[in-house]
């Protein structure tokens, strides 16, 4: 059988599927590309700082916004958070935890947050360089050995995706490897193996490609800098400090109760599976973190503003770089897209987005248990854009559909 890299270059998708232009694949969807802002709710004229009081009136338009998305994108649950100083906040789940039961979901129920995971590594590597233990312009090849292009690449690179290197889960080997037994666990040298069988795809700092490698080395220099496991570090230097009682590093498979059944149809047979079992050891540093509505709430803040970095640090990881993706620019493990900051996530069964407004202090946090595109498009996209198209028509989130564009050239010097 033949296993499709590009679905699997979503597996704990970014900003947007790594080599991909910005053109849109058609204007015709509802959903494929940013409108033109709608008519706002707020009552005054002050400009970009206005946000509308999450009033029963604004609840109302949000639900029907959200059911919406959720019966055309095939949505299973989903839960929502959505609040402003000054302003009220709005909490909300619909739909079920559980197909075969139909129990609902829950806003106290565990998640896969996928890519998200990514926002707690780098947060752990920027400790260590306020720590002066690492630098970011410091080449990869000073902390692990054997990475192609070692010498040249730096932790800066690998944070910012623009390191060159190839995404593990995008080689086919160990797609296969992977969906034939979804319960199995891969070791963050594995993962590494499949990558580095493949020459770099461009020189370091040439362009933004999404690759879910540079993660895992990232992880392995946390470790080594850190002197503990990555899990441990995360748990005692970013979860305990930022008061996340409610997320957790899996080994592998564990999931903590509460917790919905997650839908994909990311499977050998392309056929939709329960996903709750499976082993995300596969994703580790770059994927496989489960959290709560309430903690990514606070975390979205707090990723945001940078209360557990340096000024000059947080000022570093907020300077964000071109992603050939139309209103979203890359930091250092971090997006802006159209005004919002954050990350958003998706693993084999599950989806999350959770960003903030800094110009009116507004968090956003949409969890789902499905992974199935609508069409071309992440199921959280779709949330994140008919919410903010509600409360901010100014910065309206959007990743827009793009093409794939052809697999670059082998670099002359890999």
């Known amino acids: 059988m033949r296993y499709s890299q590009m679905r699997w270059r979503r597996a704990c998708v970014g900003v947007a599927a790594a080599s991909m232009l910005a053109v849109p694949v058609s204007t015709g969807t509802a959903y494929g590309v940013t409108p033109p802002p709608g008519p706002s709710l707020f009552t005054s004229t002050a400009g970009n700082n206005d946000f509308p009081e999450l009033s029963p009136a604004v609840a109302a338009r949000l639900d029907k916004a959200v059911r919406q998305v959720m019966r055309e994108a095939n949505v299973p649950g989903v839960m929502v958070s959505l609040s402003a100083p000054g302003k009220g906040s709005y909490v909300r789940t619909f739909g079920v935890a559980d197909k075969a039961s139909a129990a609902p979901i829950e806003p106290n129920m565990y998640m896969r947050i996928g890519s998200e995971t990514k926002t707690f590594t780098v947060t752990a590597l920027l400790e260590l360089v306020d720590e002066g233990k690492v630098g970011l312009d410091d080449p990869i090849d000073k902390y692990i050995k054997g990475v192609p292009n070692g010498d040249k690449i730096t932790l800066r690179n690998l944070a910012g995706m623009r390191s060159g290197l190839f995404s593990y889960s995008m080689d086919e080997g160990f797609v296969k490897a992977l969906l034939s037994n979804p319960k199995r666990s891969f070791t963050p040298q594995q993962l590494l193996d499949y990558a580095f069988a493949h020459p770099v795809q461009f020189q370091p700092g040439e362009r933004f490609d999404y690759c879910n490698t540079?993660?895992?080395?990232?992880?392995?220099v946390v470790e080594k800098a850190g002197g503990m496991p990555l899990e441990e570090f995360i748990d005692q230097r970013v979860l305990k400090p930022a008061g996340l009682r409610h997320t957790v590093f899996p080994d592998g498979a564990e999931f903590p109760s509460p917790h919905a059944q997650g839908y994909t149809n990311q499977t050998a047979t392309g056929k939709v599976e329960d996903t709750v079992d499976w082993n995300s050891s596969w994703a580790w540093a770059a994927g496989a973190m489960i959290s709560d509505l309430r903690d990514l709430r606070s975390w979205a803040r707090t990723l945001a503003t940078?209360?557990?970095?340096?000024?000059e640090t947080q000022a570093q990881r907020l300077k964000t770089e071109p992603t050939g993706i139309p209103g979203a620019g890359y930091g250092l493990g971090i997006f802006d897209i159209q005004g919002w900051i954050g990350h958003n996530g998706s693993i084999p069964g599950y989806e999350a987005l959770s960003i903030y407004l800094p110009e009116s202090k507004a968090t956003l946090v949409v969890l789902l248990n499905t992974d199935i595109l609508h069409g071309q498009t992440e199921p959280s996209t779709l949330f994140g854009q008919a919410i903010t198209r509600i409360v901010t028509p100014?910065?309206?989130?959007?990743?827009?559909?793009?093409?794939?564009?052809?697999?670059?050239?082998p670099s002359p010097t890999s």
């Open 306 to 311: 940078g209360t557990l970095l340096s000024p």
């Open 214 to 220: 540079n993660l895992i080395l990232l992880g392995l």
């Open 394 to 409: 100014e910065h309206v989130f959007n990743i827009p559909v793009v093409m794939p564009r052809p697999s670059p050239s």
